[in-house]
Every structure is written in C-alpha cells, then in structure tokens.
C-alpha cells in the first residue's frame, strides 16, 4: 500500500518555526483532502489543518493565526507552514491523505519538538 512520507519536523525553540511537508507521489488517484493530524504524548491524535481538493481550508483553534497549511496538486503535496510555535505544538506529526475512492492513507509520522 502506497504511503505518504513526511519530512520537516525537528527540535526548534519556543517562538521558532518549522516547515513541514508531506509527498503522496506514487499515489495514482485522485486525492479528495490533504491533512495533518499531531499525537502528543498520552493524548488523543487530533487535527491540526486540513485542506481540500479545492482549496477550503480549516484549522484546530489552538493554532489558527500561526500555522498555514497548503497543497501542490501537481505534486501531490501537502505542507504544513508552522511559526510561533509554543511548547505544547510538541507532538508527533501525521500526514493524511484520503482518496477520492478507497481508505484513507496516514504517513508514518514526524517528530516535532519545541523547547520552552
């Protein structure tokens, strides 16, 4: 089964910013929404930014004003463009991409670390 691969994630400070991205190449039909998705530690997985076929947008309330997400559907690529990052941004972060037919797909995550 073909899997999204995330890049991007690291350690950077609090106030910093990190440029997520995500490849679905090799995924040979149409993809419906493009997302992120984070787990932090003993908590629920939760979404962070989703984006449409056509450009819709919409964002957890914890980071709206900070983070923007987009897609290249060429590429099929999705990035996740985070700035003002606080300590508790701190999470892995998960790529999704669900098809216009057939299961949704999740990347294998990328960490995300932000110091206080």
């Known amino acids: 089964q073909v899997q999204p691969v995330e890049s991007g994630g690291g350690l950077v400070q609090a106030g910093g910013s990190l440029r997520l991205s995500c490849a679905a190449s090799g995924i040979i039909f149409s993809i419906n929404a493009m997302g992120w998705y984070r787990q932090a530690p003993g908590k629920q997985r939760e979404l962070v930014a989703r984006v449409s076929s056509v450009g819709s947008t919409n964002y957890a309330d914890s980071v709206k004003g900070r983070f923007t997400i987009s897609r290249d559907n060429a590429k099929n690529m999705v990035y996740l463009q985070m700035n003002f990052l606080e300590p508790e941004d701190t999470a892995v972060y998960y790529c999704?991409?669900?098809?216009?037919?057939?299961?949704?797909?999740w990347g294998q995550g990328t960490q995300v670390t932000v110091s206080s």
């Open positions: 999704n991409v669900v098809p216009t037919s057939g299961s949704t797909l």
